[in-house]
T-cell receptor, first 115, second 109 residues
Framework: EAGVAQSPRYKIIEKRQSVAFWCNPI?????LYWYQQILGQGPKLLIQ????????DSQLPKDRFSAERLKGVDSTLKIQPAKLEDSAVYLC?????????????FGPGTRLTVL | LAKTTQPISMDSYEGQEVNITCSHN???????ITWYQQFPSQGPRFIIQ???TKVTNEVASLFIPADRKSSTLSLPRVSLSDTAVYYC??????????FGQGTELSVKP
């Protein structure tokens, strides 16, 4: 079974530029999460999708971050404009439709460096 | 959502059993206790989940006392490849996960 795919793996941009990250969850997983992980900290949830609908985006900085999952499969997270403090690893995770476990399947992440 | 407290770091040697304890004093009745492992440059990976007493799988054991205010992840006979950050989380089944800082385990030869 293929895992969660993310691209790019690394991205370096200058502040005030825009950037987009892509995630393709495991086939059949209806729930998709985006996390931000700053060096030395645990992952912080940014947004949760159930199919193509947003379930929780309470911690998403909506003035600069946006995310979509138009067809309920793959998802894109965008930052516009980027700030220095956005330097982090952006993780995508997905969950099987009927899981009784808190088992989220994470992708390898995209490491963003904002200069 | 319940907050968890765990040691920032731990050291061990190959072949030893490692026990990482997590405190979650305000765990709710319907909360499960879940542990994740994260290697550098990788996303977290699910290790084990439990509600009460003891749960064991091929990787680890999870001990939960009757009051459920703490839990202990036990890794038998660790190897160098077990060097990672371990996260303890509490939450409802299928619900939102809130990661703390985790415990950085260093296994030495």
């Amino acid at each position: 079974e293929a895992g969660v795919a993310q691209s790019p793996r690394y991205k370096i941009i200058e502040k005030r530029q825009s950037v987009a990250f892509w995630c393709n969850p495991i086939s059949g997983h209806a729930t998709l999460y985006w996390y931000q992980q700053i060096l030395g900290q645990g992952p912080k949830l940014l947004i949760q999708f159930q199919n193509n609908g947003v379930v929780d985006d309470s911690q998403l900085p909506k003035d600069r971050f946006s995310a979509e999952r138009l067809k309920g499969v793959d998802s894109t997270l965008k930052i516009q404009p980027a700030k220095l403090e956005d330097s982090a690893v952006y993780l995508c995770a997905s969950v099987p439709t009927r899981s009784s476990y808190n088992e989220q399947f994470f992708g390898p992440g995209t490491r963003l460096t904002v200069l | 959502l319940a907050k968890t407290t765990q040691p920032i770091s731990m050291d061990s040697y190959e072949g030893q059993e490692v026990n990482i304890t997590c405190s979650h004093n305000n765990i709710a009745t319907n909360d499960y206790i879940t542990w994740y492992q994260q290697f550098p440059s990788q996303g977290p990976r699910f290790i084990i989940q439990g509600y009460k007493t003891k749960v064991t799988n091929e990787v680890a054991s999870l001990f939960i006392p009757a009051d459920r205010k703490s839990s202990t992840l036990s890794l038998p006979r660790v190897s160098l490849s077990d060097t990672a950050v371990y996260y303890c989380l509490v939450g409802g089944s299928g619900g939102k996960l809130i990661f703390g800082q985790g415990t950085e385990l260093s296994v030495k030869p």
